[in-house]
């Protein structure tokens, strides 16, 4: 049974820097603590990362997965599933990113997991917040 999270915060800056950030995975070492390499796989004919091979310390060690994303609804809406990984059977989620009446944007993302291995409640718990801490670092990388 796949595990979700989700979380929404307002970030004081324009869409199209959050986007940005969001969608330039190789500089994701530089501001998202747990990601130690993105390697972009493939690109689209516009020069979008469509597949991205990420390396990630989780729950005391390292992992490797890979994936595909959505840009259907971009700016607004960045999706992505899950092509391949070594702990997980599925990963699927989003940002999606509304103007908010301040003149930023009010992020919105949604995590679903599916491990391989189930884990304890409170290792679960653990991970969701070092995962949901990587939209709070987009966030000060936003702003700053």
């Not at 990984?85 to 919105?108: C, K, N, Q």
């Not at 304890?120 to 702003?143: D, M, Q, S, Y």
């Amino acid at each position: 049974m796949a595990d979700t999270a989700s979380l929404t915060i307002s970030i004081a800056a324009p869409l199209e820097r959050c986007w940005q950030i969001a969608t330039d995975f190789e500089r994701y070492p530089e501001w998202a603590t747990d990601v130690k390499s993105a390697v972009v796989q493939s690109r689209d004919d516009q020069g979008r990362a469509t597949e991205v091979e990420f390396r990630t310390s989780a729950l005391g060690r390292s992992t490797h997965y890979s994936l595909v994303y959505d840009y259907s609804a971009a700016p607004h809406r960045l999706a992505w599933r899950m092509a391949k990984g070594d702990i997980m059977r599925a990963v699927d989620g989003a940002y999606m990113f509304a103007p908010s009446e301040s003149g930023g944007v009010v992020l919105t993302y949604n995590l679903s997991i599916d491990l391989i291995v189930p884990l304890p409640g409170f290792v679960k718990r653990r991970a969701e917040v070092r995962i949901l801490n990587t939209v709070k670092e987009l966030k000060v990388r936003a702003e700053s």
